[in-house]
Nanobody
Framework: QVQLVESGGGLAQPGGSLRLSCAAS????????MGWYRQAPGKQRDLVAT???????KYVDSVKGRFTISRDNAKNMVYLQMNSLKPEDTAVYYC??????????????WGQGTQVMVSS
């Protein structure tokens, strides 16, 4: 069975840091682009960052320079280091695994999410 389990969320002060972790199992981790998404109540789920198996990264503009996504293919882990946190970073953060097949069919797996709250 496919599992993505997030951890590391919690409460941080503005300007503080948190490190999110995602443990993956049940699929070929190295074949998937991994990502972090976030969703606040009543709002859509938005992309935060992605990382390919080779380490190529992309970030939404609002987190560039503050967040760093990384992965360890040997451990089937993906991380999101969040620095200089802002109140607008408050959301449930979801780990995502995505793969587009040779027939251009997208497959997505999702974790249950971990809450991040940034407040003074």
């Amino acid at each position: 069975q496919v599992q993505l389990v997030e951890s590391g969320g919690g409460l941080a002060q503005p300007g503080g840091s948190l490190r999110l972790s995602c443990a993956a199992s049940g699929f070929t981790f190295s074949s998937y682009v991994m990502g972090w998404y976030r969703q606040a109540p009543g709002k859509q789920r938005d992309l935060v960052a992605t990382i390919t198996s080779g380490g190529s990264t992309k970030y939404v503009d609002s987190v560039k320079g503050r967040f760093t996504i990384s992965r360890d293919n040997a451990k089937n882990m993906v991380y999101l280091q969040m620095n200089s946190l802002k109140p607008e970073d408050t959301a449930v953060y979801y780990c995502n695994a995505q793969r587009t097949t040779a027939w251009n069919t997208r497959r997505d797996y999702w974790g249950q999410g971990t809450q991040v709250m940034v407040s003074s």
